[in-house]
T-cell receptor, first 113, second 116 residues
Framework: DTAVSQTPKYLVTQMGNDKSIKCEQN?????MYWYKQDSKKFLKIMFS???????INETVPNRFSPKSPDKAHLNLHINSLELGDSAVYFC????????????FGPGTRLTVL | AQKITQTQPGMFVQEKEAVTLDCTYD???????LFWYKQPSSGEMIFLIY??????QNATEGRYSLNFQKARKSANLVISASQLGDSAMYFC?????????????FGKGTHLIIQP
């Protein structure tokens, strides 16, 4: 059973388009996250979200928005894609406020042309 | 200022030797967790080991151990008897239970290559 899954694995699109990446976890965790890994492999938190609270990293443009239909899903919607958005996006989940590890999805490689 | 510093961008090690990957951190939060993740060339993020700020003993998981020196704010990963399959990027990360996005803050990573 896949613990954290993401679709699609690869996403190639034109500048200016709007796209979404889906994430699902079957671990019963209450908190989900989105991370961005740039071309230099640097990973940075974008959002954390549970059913009560969305916490946004202040450096994330408002073109990025997380959408959660239920506790097991956290989708990432990106408006007006830019070249600099090209990266690998990882979804992760864990229990909020605990020391437990975060489980990561396989990542989505986004390429903006 | 960087919260997680990994000073070794790349390392070459002979198979079967022990490896130490350096990590120093900076936080004023008394409660925090330190993590190591492995990212092979296939891209997935694999959790290796965790150390809590209040843990008295160094964490161990199979061939992985974490050399936690709280006063020095260091959390080095030690891999014993390295194997070819250990070749990967290794990331040190910290979770501060108390603020921000409640996510992990990552270092820039160390690219480890195990040579036969």
């Amino acid at each position: 059973d896949t613990a954290v899954s993401q679709t699609p694995k690869y996403l190639v699109t034109q500048m200016g388009n709007d796209k979404s990446i889906k994430c699902e976890q079957n671990l019963g965790h209450d908190t989900m996250y989105w991370y961005k890994q740039d071309s230099k492999k640097f990973l940075k938190i974008m959002f954390s979200y549970n059913n009560k609270e969305l916490i946004i990293n202040e450096t994330v443009p408002n073109r990025f928005s997380p959408k959660s239909p239920d506790k097991a899903h956290l989708n990432l919607h990106i408006n007006s894609l830019e070249l600099g958005d090209s990266a690998v996006y990882f979804c992760a989940s864990s229990h909020r406020g605990s020391y437990n590890e975060q489980f990561f999805g396989p990542g989505t490689r986004l390429t903006v042309l | 200022a960087q919260k997680i510093t990994q000073t070794q961008p790349g390392m070459f090690v002979q198979e079967k030797e022990a490896v130490t990957l350096d990590c120093t951190y900076d936080t004023s939060d008394p409660s925090y967790g330190l993590f190591w993740y492995k990212q092979p060339s296939s891209g997935e993020m694999i959790f290796l080991i965790y150390q809590g700020s209040y843990d008295q003993q160094n964490a161990t998981e199979g061939r992985y151990s974490l050399n936690f020196q709280k006063a020095r704010k260091s959390a080095n990963l030690v891999i014993s008897a390295s194997q070819l399959g250990d070749s990967a990027m290794y990331f040190c990360a910290m979770r501060e239970i108390g603020g921000g996005a409640d996510g992990l803050t990552f270092g820039k990573g160390t690219h480890l290559i195990i040579q036969p």
